[in-house]
């Protein structure tokens, strides 16, 4: 007992001694150490300093700037070997197309080379805290996204897409940007590539900044399964929301197109289609805040709806946002309970014609099995199309799952249901109502393909929103789910 308890203080001390005696000395000899690494095994490929240059007169990405680009535990895990290649295609394919094999340095040596990018290679250009990665949102980092793919991004470098490795492996592969890059280089990279790359094949996008944020956003998620996002509606403005102030902002903005009492019967509704949705029969209290956000900060198009509906956080900002969404809250319930049982009730009688006319009116659901289809009719290349998935128990709950919870820009049960039967909670507010997929008689008759193409394109002059940031395969998993709820 006793001399276990000894060596125990004996070690704790010799390691006190080590920590107290090697801070600056073995710092200095590490960089010493560090230097001559560099200078025997990596400075024949890599440069260490100069000017920016074409990569057809180097061997290998410049290391000039190392000590602002890198993330350190990615460096560490590069260094060590234990990271893919990026260039998978040689980083000079023109002279090789196979991706290299690269030299291993050991853990200490990779974290003395680390300190010694830290000390001597940081870049003057890139600006400590030039991007906040703690105020991306998940919209931001969708928009980036789609950014990314508008700008061309895709075409020489990849990403990871639902799991996939897509795009052209002609530069670095992007798919684990998040790991490895540091945002704030990230960021000054994207404001003019050719300070870093000239002559490469490199890329000058006519992004905006706010866009260029966006992609930065984007890319910095990937590689990353538990990215925090921000999420606006827990910020300060959201806490002191007042209910007053939203009805002045509702009298004052919103009503010329949804009406004084939203009823979506303002001054500006006669002339639009799809028309402002009823607040009134919206029960927003159960709506969740990303897609309530969502859809008033940054406009219809951002839930896949009409550009008609303004983005207003540049009119009204965060506080603004934040006290018209408590407003709405404190006086839009929905529906009473009552009013849909007796609507459906009626309608449930009514020859179909007369439903159509009865429902469309309203609006919301009723219990009539075939609805009233307006529906344009999909191109002839989609309605030839057939379900290229197995409704396999795990594509059932792939589907299921989008349905219920995942589907972005909002989950199909908000308006769908959860049976499928149209009757999700904003059903009441659409006309036409959603679509009854429990409705066999009706469901037989639409084939896969016209399904395909709506949920992709959604129904202009509907509620019915376009998914077209989901794959085909996700689509495809939400038909077969689709169909599986049918009686
Ligand atoms: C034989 C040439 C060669 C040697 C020697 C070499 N590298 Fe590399 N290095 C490359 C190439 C080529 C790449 C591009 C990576 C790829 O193709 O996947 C690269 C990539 C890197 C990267 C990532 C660069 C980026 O941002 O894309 C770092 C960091 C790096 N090397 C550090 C070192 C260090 C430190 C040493 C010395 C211990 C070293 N390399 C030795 C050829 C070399
Ligand atoms: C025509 C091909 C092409 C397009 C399009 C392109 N890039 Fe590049 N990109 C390159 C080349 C070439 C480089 C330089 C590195 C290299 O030599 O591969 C590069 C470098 C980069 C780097 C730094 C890589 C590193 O680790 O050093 C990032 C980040 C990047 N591009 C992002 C983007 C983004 C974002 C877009 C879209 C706005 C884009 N690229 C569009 C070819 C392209
Ligand atoms: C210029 C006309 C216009 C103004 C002004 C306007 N909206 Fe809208 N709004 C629309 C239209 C049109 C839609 C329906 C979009 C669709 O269904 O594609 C809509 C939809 C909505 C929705 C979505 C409901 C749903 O179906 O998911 C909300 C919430 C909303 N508006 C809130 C507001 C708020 C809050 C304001 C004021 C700050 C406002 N709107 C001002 C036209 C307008
Ligand atoms: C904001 C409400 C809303 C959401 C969310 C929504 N839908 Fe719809 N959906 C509708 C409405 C309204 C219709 C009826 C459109 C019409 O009559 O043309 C519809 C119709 C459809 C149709 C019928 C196409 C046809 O040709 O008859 C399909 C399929 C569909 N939705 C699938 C989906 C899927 C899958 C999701 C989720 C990924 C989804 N919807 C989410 C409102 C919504």
């Known amino acids: 007992m006793n001399m276990r308890r000894g060596i125990i203080v004996v070690s704790a001390l010799i390691a006190m001694v080590g920590l107290m005696s090697s801070p600056g000395m073995s710092l200095a000899s590490d960089q010493m150490a560090a230097k001559d690494i560099l200078q025997q095994n990596c400075v024949q490929c890599h440069r260490l300093e100069g000017k920016p240059d074409s990569r057809f007169n180097l061997k290998a990405p410049d290391l000039i700037w190392a000590g602002s680009k890198y993330r350190r535990p990615w460096l560490i895990d590069w260094l060590t070997g234990k990271e893919a ?279 919301g659901q009723s219990d009539a099995c075939v609805q009233p289809r307006k529906t344009v009719m999909a191109p002839d290349s989609f309605l030839v199309m057939t379900n290229p998935l197995a409704a396999s128990a795990d594509v059932l709950q792939a589907g299921k799952t989008l349905f219920q919870k995942s589907a972005k820009p909002a989950a199909c049960v908000m308006c769908h249901g959860e049976k499928g039967d149209g009757k999700g909670m904003m059903g009441a507010a659409l006309a036409p109502p959603p679509r009854n997929f429990t409705c066999n008689a009706m469901m037989k008759d639409i084939p896969d393909g016209q399904l395909f193409w709506i949920i992709k394109k959604g129904s202009p002059g509907t509620g019915m929103m376009s998914f077209s940031g989901l794959s085909d395969e996700k689509v495809w998993q939400l038909i077969h789910y689709i169909r599986s709820l049918g009686r």
């Open 85 to 363: 290649p990026l260039y998978a295609k040689g980083y000079r394919w023109d002279l090789s197309e196979a991706p290299l094999k690269h030299p291993v340095v050991s853990a200490s040596e990779a974290n003395a080379i680390a300190d010694y990018f830290a000390a001597h290679n940081k870049d003057p250009r890139v600006t400590v805290g030039a991007y906040d990665l703690s105020k991306v949102t998940k919209f931001e980092a969708s928009f980036g996204g789609m950014a990314f793919k508008a700008h061309a991004c895709l075409g020489c470098h990849t990403i990871n897409e639902d799991g996939k490795i897509i795009g052209g492996p002609q530069s670095s592969a992007l798919q684990g940007s998040g790991q490895r890059y540091d945002q704030d280089w990230l960021f000054r990279f994207g404001l003019n590539p050719q300070d870093f790359v000239p002559h490469s094949g490199e890329f000058l996008a006519d992004a905006t900044e706010p866009q260029l944020r966006a992609v930065i956003g984007y890319l910095m998620t990937q590689g990353v399964d538990d990215f925090k996002y921000y999420e606006p509606w827990t910020s300060p403005e959201f806490g002191v929301a007042s209910v007053g102030r939203g009805k002045v902002i509702y009298k004052e903005y919103c009503s010329q197109c949804h009406g004084a009492t939203g009823k979506g019967d303002g001054p500006a509704a006669s002339g639009l289609d799809p028309k402002p949705a009823i607040h009134a029969n919206i029960p927003f209290e159960k709506l969740p805040m990303e897609y309530l956000y969502n859809v008033i900060n940054h406009g219809g198009p951002a839930i896949g709806k009409s550009p008609n509906m303004p983005y207003w956080n540049l009119t009204i900002g965060q506080q603004g946002v934040a006290d018209v969404i408590a407003y709405l809250k404190a006086t839009f319930k929905g529906l009473p309970a009552g009013a849909a049982a007796v609507s459906a009730a009626a309608t449930s009688t009514m020859p179909t014609k007369a439903a159509a006319t009865a429902t469309s009116s309203s609006g």
